[in-house]
T-cell receptor, first 119, second 117 residues
C-alpha cells in the first residue's frame, strides 16, 4: 500500500543546531506540505511544493527551508533550531485538484508526525 | 481572507447519544470543506468533504456533516457516539477558485471529542 513516512518520529536537539526532518511518500503525489501543530493553533503551513524543484513559503516559514529533488521526498530543515520551534511536525501529500468540481479535490494524506524538542 | 473557527475546544458526550462538533468558515468564493480526525500520536485522517450538491455529506465511521451556506457552517454529526470516536477533530476549508490552490487549505484549531462509556 502507498504511504507517507516521516523520520525521526522523536528528536531532541539543542538551540542553534541544524535539524532535518525527512518525509517520504509512495503515493506519487505532486503536492507535498509541511505543517506544524501547536496547542491552540491547529495546523499551520510551513512550506509546500507542487512538484520537483518547486518550493513555496507558507504562513510560518521563517527559520525553515525545504528542497524537492524528486517526487517522493520533501525534507524540512531547521537551519538553527530555536526553542519556539519545539512542536509536532506533519508532512502531507495530495494530488493537485482538477478544475472540474467533480474531480479530485486535493484531500491531504498525512504522515504520523515528528515530535521535535529544542532545549 | 479565508478562516475557519471551531468554537469548542472540547465536546463531551455519553456513548450512544448523538454528537455534534461545530465549524464555521469564511471564504471569498464557494468553499471546499473538509473534516479530518486525529487519533493519539497519529497523523490526521480524512473523514469527509463537501464540494457541491447535497448539503448532507456522509463520510467514514458513520459520520456526516451538514453544509449550511446561510450560516456558513459545516457541523460534524453522528447519530450514536462510540467510545472509539474519542479523538481530535479538525475542520478545514479551501476556496474552490484557483487551480492547484491546495496551499490555501486552512485548518481550525481542533475540537477534542470525548465519549464516556
Amino acid at each position: 500500500d502507498a504511504e507517507i513516512t516521516q523520520s525521526p518520529r522523536h528528536k531532541i536537539t539543542e538551540t542553534g543546531r541544524q535539524v532535518t526532518l525527512a518525509c517520504h511518500q509512495t503515493w506519487n503525489h505532486n503536492n507535498m506540505f509541511w505543517y506544524r501543530q501547536d496547542l491552540g493553533h491547529g495546523l499551520r503551513l510551513i512550506h509546500y511544493s507542487y512538484g520537483v524543484h518547486d518550493t513555496n513559503k507558507g504562513e510560518v516559514s521563517d527559520g525553515y527551508s525545504v528542497s524537492r529533488s524528486n517526487t517522493e521526498d520533501l525534507p524540512l530543515t531547521l537551519e538553527s533550531a530555536a526553542s519556539s520551534q519545539t512542536s509536532v511536525y506533519f508532512c502531507a501529500s495530495s494530488e493537485p485538484e482538477t478544475s472540474d468540481s467533480l474531480g479530485n479535490t486535493g484531500e491531504l494524506f498525512f504522515g504520523e508526525g515528528s515530535r521535535l524538542t529544542v532545549l | 481572507a479565508q478562516s475557519v473557527a471551531q468554537p469548542e475546544d472540547q465536546v463531551n458526550v455519553a456513548e450512544g447519544n448523538p454528537l455534534t462538533v461545530k465549524c464555521t468558515y469564511s471564504v471569498s468564493g464557494n468553499p471546499y470543506l473538509f473534516w479530518y480526525v486525529q487519533y493519539p500520536n497519529r497523523g490526521l485522517q480524512f473523514l469527509l468533504k463537501y464540494i457541491t450538491g447535497d448539503n448532507l455529506v456522509k463520510g467514514s465511521y458513520g459520520f456526516e456533516a451538514e453544509f449550511n451556506k446561510s450560516q456558513t457552517s459545516f457541523h460534524l454529526k453522528k447519530p450514536s457516539a462510540l467510545v472509539s470516536d474519542s479523538a481530535l477533530y479538525f475542520c478545514a476549508v479551501r476556496d474552490m477558485f484557483g487551480y492547484s490552490s491546495a496551499s490555501k487549505i486552512i485548518f481550525g484549531s481542533g475540537t477534542r471529542l470525548s465519549i464516556r462509556p
